[in-house]
Nanobody
């Protein structure tokens, strides 16, 4: 089992940047594929990015490709989401998630979730 805690959210103007962090408690962080999802009010939770256990493979939603970067530091049990060129439509609660399985865009494939951190992008 792993506990996930996100941080780094906040209010930023369009075009700005934020870096989200997700710290994992547990000794087996490197065994998990890590993902980021987001959920805007009235919308379903959607995939943002994922990184494989070793960090060798990354996956992005088309809507964030080229603007967001997911990275992980297995020594620090932390996964990051660097967000640049932010747009008002990026406003959402961002969640990190972990799965023993391969990276997947389906949130149902992830076993553990953080509590979420709010990102608000003003126009």
């Amino acid at each position: 089992q792993v506990q996930l805690v996100e941080s780094g959210g906040g209010l930023v103007q369009a075009g700005g940047s934020l870096r989200l962090s997700c710290a994992a408690a547990g000794r087996t962080f490197s065994m998990y594929t890590m993902g980021w999802f987001r959920q805007a009010p009235g919308k379903e939770r959607e995939f943002v990015a994922a990184r494989s256990r070793s960090g060798a493979n990354t996956y992005y939603a088309d809507s964030v490709k080229g603007r967001f970067t997911i990275s992980r530091d297995n020594a620090k049990n932390t996964v990051y989401l660097q967000m640049s060129s932010l747009k008002p439509e990026d406003t959402a609660v961002y969640y990190c998630a972990a799965t023993y399985s391969i990276p997947d865009v389906n949130p149902g494939k992830y076993d553990y979730w953080g509590q979420g951190t709010q990102v608000t992008v003003s126009s």
